[in-house]
């Protein structure tokens, strides 16, 4: 029997109101509605589902994490009939999988499409979130679940004269959906992060002309991308469940585990042969083949070097190699991309790289870009400058709690979260990949489902005890700070001055350690035991 459709444009009060119908959002709908019975709506910026892969349609947007692992486990029924074509998943496959999902469960019903939300207020006298959305509707909610993203507002740096630029310029982060035609236009990227070094290859394949603007020399393993066979997929399904218990018991919710010797445990031809292989394989497993190059800065040395001598070897001009390998921060100490010829797009004739740290930008003309020591005339720019990470969806928000207090004052010195999943003074609101959780540093859908399920289960036993309000406590919020904190030092991660884990790309920003570094594995232990233990460092109201 089919439901019965539901007058959203009559209805405005529900038992829980979700923002955001990404990888988060959907299943959280999928969540309360059909397994909990809740009345639940989603609210979606967007004309349509998918979040980051609804916006990041920049060329060359691919996932880094391996097809097979980036996909909901909740239902072995969608596992069993969706097969992924590459080993990394395309931006529009991977928005044909949301979609796929969208309908197979039927979420689109309880979706408000081209809604942003712009305010969320708690009325404590009605124990009620009442959420405003750009047009003006006003609705309310029990619970207020944000599904955001952690890399959902894009950053256009403020540089001067942009407004001047006779061009074209494009964020990669808001890409227009009619795509972009190069052909026979001098493009300027700037940014090599994750995106720009998975855009330039394709941009220069298709463009007259490209240069890359670099700031931070940065490293990629090569992805070895390739198509995936009918036998592989044989072989992956009937192991899923394999397969995702061992994405639940490693550190980063990958589909591998980090190998368990030490880079001093080998001999010098040893570690290169390991290093050769784990090149060779491609992919984030590079990452996995020491147990401690991420806690170790004389490890993590000797994998640095090995990659600086790839670029070395791959880039043919030894300038260009120079500026390319001249690297200031430990490998993944950001958050380390994988690449399809990055480096290899610079033997191109028709690419440049500009280094901008030497003579940085000084504005931008109606022509181009003016570095402080030349001018590069372009007909277009893209920014590959990355996001507001992690805090900057939620603060777009003016989300208000008990007494009016709003978050964007509360989080005025960073973050400050119990799990990364609520804040003190803001009663049924949960985060959903929240600073102070694993988040980006973990293969998001592993650490989404973990945090719907455990979001769902929380209101499920609400209900079940007759609790109206569960808020963090200021001290359980305090004490998870110090331990995010202990956990990022243990590790070379905030030696990266410049990431945007640290907060630091983006100016005036609290420069805070912001996931949880402590590993995703322990982190669900943690969280079982909050829950196990009635709630720890929760007040729960009737
Ligand atoms: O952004 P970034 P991103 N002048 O912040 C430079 C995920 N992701 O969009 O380092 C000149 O990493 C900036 O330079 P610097 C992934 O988690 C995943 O690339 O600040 N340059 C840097 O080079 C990733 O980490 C996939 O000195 C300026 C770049 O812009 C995250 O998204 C694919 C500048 C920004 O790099 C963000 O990646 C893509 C300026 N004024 C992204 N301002 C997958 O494969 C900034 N820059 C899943």
Not at 454 to 464: F, G, L, V
């Amino acid at each position: 029997m089919r439901p019965i459709r539901r007058d959203h444009a009559a209805k405005t009060s529900y038992d829980a109101i979700v923002i955001g119908a990404g990888f988060s959002g959907l299943y959280q709908l999928h969540s309360l509605r059909d397994r909990l019975g809740l009345s639940a709506v989603v609210l979606e910026a967007a004309d349509g589902v998918g979040g980051t892969w609804y916006w990041n349609r920049y060329p060359g947007a691919r996932c880094d994490s391996e097809s097979y692992t980036y996909s909901y486990s909740f239902s072995p029924e969608l596992e069993q009939e969706w097969e992924w074509s590459e080993r990394y998943p395309e931006q529009p496959e991977i928005l044909r999988y949301l979609n796929h999902v969208a309908d197979r469960f039927d979420l689109r019903r309880d979706i408000r499409f081209g809604t942003r939300v712009v305010s969320a207020a708690y009325d404590q006298a009605a124990n009620r979130w009442l959420v405003t959305t750009q047009d003006g509707a006003v609705l309310t909610a029990k619970f207020l679940i944000t599904a955001v993203g952690c890399l959902s507002s894009a950053n256009v740096p403020d540089i001067p004269g942009l407004a001047d630029f006779t061009g074209t310029w494009i964020h990669t982060g808001n890409w227009p959906h009619e795509g972009v035609d190069f052909a026979g236009k001098r493009v300027g990227l700037i940014g090599t992060g994750s995106t720009g070094i998975q855009a330039a290859p394709v941009i220069a394949a298709a463009a007259a002309q490209l240069t890359v603007f670099q700031r931070t020399a940065n490293y990629s393993v090569p992805a070895r991308n390739a198509p995936m066979s009918r036998e592989e997929w044989r072989g992956i399904k009937a192991n899923y469940a394999e397969h995702r218990r061992t994405m639940r018991s490693t550190p980063n919710g990958h589909g591998f585990t980090i190998a368990d010797r030490s880079v001093f445990d080998v001999t010098p031809g040893e570690r290169a042969a390991i290093y050769e292989a784990a090149w060779e394989k491609g992919g984030l497993q590079f990452r996995a083949a020491f147990r401690d190059l991420l806690v170790d800065k004389a490890a993590n040395d000797t994998a640095a070097e090995f990659i600086k001598a790839k670029i070395r070897e791959i880039v043919k001009d030894p300038a260009t190699a120079a500026m390319l390998a001249d690297i200031d921060h430990p490998y993944a100490a950001k958050r380390p991309p994988i690449d399809t010829d990055y480096f290899e797009t610079f033997n191109r004739g028709n690419v440049t790289l500009v280094d901008v740290r030497a003579a940085p930008i000084a504005r931008i003309t109606a022509a181009g870009v003016r570095t402080e020591d030349a001018e590069y005339p372009l007909d277009i720019i893209v920014f590959a400058t990355g996001f507001d990470a992690m805090t900057g969806p939620l603060l777009a928000m003016d989300i208000r709690g008990r007494d009016g207090a709003s978050l964007r004052e509360a989080w005025r010195g960073g973050p400050w979260s119990y799990l990364g999943l609520g804040v003190p003074g803001f009663p049924n609101l949960f985060t959903i990949t929240g600073p102070g959780s694993p988040s980006v540093l973990c293969n998001m859908p592993v650490a989404i489902e973990q945090h719907v399920d455990w979001i769902s289960a929380c209101i499920a036993h609400m209900r079940a005890t007759g609790l109206e309000t569960v808020e963090a406590t200021p001290e359980a919020a305090d004490r998870w700070g110090e331990q995010v904190n202990a956990a990022a030092a243990a590790t070379l991660l905030p030696q990266a001055s410049s990431s945007w884990y640290l907060g630091a790309n983006v100016p005036g920003k609290p420069r805070v350690f912001m996931p949880y570094a402590g590993g995703m594995a322990r982190y669900r232990t943690i969280c079982e035991e909050v829950a196990a233990e009635g709630y720890r460092g929760m007040a729960l109201g009737r």
